[in-house]
């Protein structure tokens, strides 16, 4: 199975930034994408930004020009660099990877455990 580890929550003023990480582990084939999702309270969980095994990348509109994500194949690892936060980005985010158990097998998502981005002055 797949395991999620998230870090780089935390507390910060308006305008400032932040860097989420998400690690996997365990038994897979291959990553097909890696994202990150969001959820505030008494909202739905949106989808906030994804990055394709080869690179391909989309945003949300909310966030396009602010945040910008990565991975580093090596590590299994996805970032997502936050800049010029705003008090709307408060959210649990919430790393989501979809893999593969096989060549050509059947697509599994898999989620993090959610870290709490707070911004507030």
């Known amino acids: 199975q797949v395991q999620l580890v998230e870090s780089g929550g935390g507390l910060v003023q308006p305008g400032g930034s932040l860097r989420l990480s998400c690690a996997t582990s365990?038994?897979?084939?291959?990553?097909?994408?890696m994202g990150w999702f969001r959820q505030a309270p008494g909202k739905q969980r949106e989808s906030v930004a994804r990055?394709?095994?080869?690179?391909?990348?989309n945003y949300a509109d909310s966030v396009k020009g602010r945040f910008t994500i990565s991975r580093d194949n090596a590590k299994n690892t996805v970032y997502l660099q936050m800049n010029s936060l705003k008090p709307e980005d408060t959210a649990v985010y919430y790393c989501?990877?979809?893999?593969?158990?096989?060549?050509?097998?059947?697509?599994?998502?898999?989620w993090g455990q959610g870290t709490q981005v707070t911004v507030s002055s």
């Open positions: 990055i394709t095994s080869i690179g391909a990348t």
């Open positions: 365990g038994t897979f084939f291959s990553i097909i994408a």
């Open positions: 989501h990877v979809v893999v593969t158990y096989r060549s050509g097998g059947v697509q599994f998502g898999h």
